[in-house]
């Protein structure tokens, strides 16, 4: 799959250190800083109450590298752009279709994947 738009993860603009310990003699450096977690919400789903998560329940998106059981992080409010997967309904049932500036059907769209994340086991 072609990814041509990446987003890259950025580290946090906020301050985490903590205050200095009172101890005597010399202490880690690293005591002074502690790294947040991350959070996958804040990154993988910016706007939550218009995210969705999907479930693949078989490989019928396979030539969009999405198999069963991937996890698909959707977006219903964005805005489609050309080359994103879109997530339509079509006849009552979901599809998932790549915009393109040829695409001349009418089209039902539930929403854009944003994500996919890959089952591995």
Do not use: C
Not at 10 to 30: C, D, I, L
Not at 58 to 63: E, G, H, I, L, R
Request: no cysteine.
């Amino acid at each position: 799959m072609k990814s041509t738009d990446p987003q890259p993860i950025q580290k946090s603009q906020e301050s985490y250190r903590v205050e200095r310990p009172t101890q005597t003699g010399f202490s880690s450096p690293a005591t002074h800083y502690n790294e947040p977690r991350i959070d996958l919400n804040t990154i993988l789903a910016p706007n939550a109450e218009a995210t969705f998560y999907v479930r693949m329940v078989d490989d019928s998106a396979v030539k969009f590298g999405i198999e069963k059981n991937d996890v698909l992080i959707v977006d219903k409010s964005l805005t489609p752009k050309l080359n994103q997967l879109l997530m339509v309904n079509s006849e009552g049932n979901f599809q998932i279709i790549r915009m393109e500036t040829d695409y001349s059907a009418e089209i039902s769209l539930w929403g854009v994947i944003t994500y996919i994340i890959k089952n591995i086991l």
